[in-house]
């Protein structure tokens, strides 16, 4: 058999992230109350960016010429129009005006979609840089996949489910507590250390970051169901309190 035309670790990147930024077309809207609003859910620019980061993942993992270059091209110019189009800072203002959401948890999400179109933005210069990259560090490429499939793809879930968890359980986001920014701190900053590591070769760097990582999502998602189940025992406790006292 010959030689493959894809190299399937970064061919593999293409679900994950097409995934992650087609629900984020519409669950931007979700996380102000603005299902069904004013945006569209077809539109042109998200869906270039859409098309461009997977053409452009595609040909970086393809055995051809100056794939590295046209490849990350296509992602960086991918992933700035998809932010564009998300309206996520006009949505969460809309949502603080409104009342649907406190203004603590629309900077939260804020923060954290911020900081994975950096990531995917990340990936994507690594891509462009990877023959400078390849002479000083021969690891470019798992940095750039880390960025992409932990950074961007992460980052998001944690801006995300923070909010939705809370909405889809018929809960009022006025009544969620502050979110703890603990979970984000640990899992970035042991993307960084991988970075560092990646770059520059240090050894010991990632005695701490894979940890990191994992413990990073962990507290996520251990501390927000911790708050979910209290917050729902609580609603189900006052609704059960009406219902036996009607006239209270």
Do not use: C
Not at 99 to 123: D, E, K, M, Q
Not at 166 to 173: K, N, Q, R, V
Not at 191 to 213: C, E, F, H, K, N
């Amino acid at each position: 058999m010959g030689s493959p035309i894809y190299e399937i670790g970064i061919a593999s990147l293409v679900l994950p992230l097409g995934a992650i930024l087609a629900v984020e077309s519409r669950d931007i809207q979700l996380l102000t109350g603005q299902v069904g609003g004013k945006r569209p859910p077809y539109r042109v620019m998200i869906m270039a960016g859409y098309v461009l980061v997977v053409i452009g993942v595609i040909i970086y993992s393809a055995k051809i010429p100056h794939k590295d270059v046209i490849g990350g091209f296509l992602v960086i110019i991918g992933s700035l129009l998809a932010f564009k189009d998300l309206g996520l800072l006009s949505s969460l203002r809309s949502g603080v005006r409104g009342g649907l959401v406190p203004i603590y948890i629309a900077r939260y999400s804020f923060v954290h979609i911020v900081t994975a179109f950096t990531w995917l933005l990340l990936g994507g210069v690594l891509f462009m840089l990877t023959p400078l990259l390849i002479e000083t560090s021969s690891l470019p490429r798992d940095l750039a996949i880390h960025a992409m499939a932990l950074g961007f793809i992460f980052n998001t879930i944690f801006g995300v489910d923070a909010v939705l968890m809370y909405s889809h359980a018929g809960i009022s986001l006025r009544k969620v507590p502050r979110p703890s920014y603990i979970p984000y701190l640990l899992f970035n900053t042991s993307l960084i250390l991988r970075a560092i590591y990646d770059l520059t070769g240090i050894q010991g760097v990632t005695v701490a970051s894979a940890p990191l990582t994992g413990l990073g999502i962990v507290v996520f998602f251990l501390m927000h169901n911790i708050r979910l189940s209290r917050l729902r025992r609580e609603m189900i406790a006052m609704r059960t309190g009406s219902a036996h006292n009607p006239d209270f």
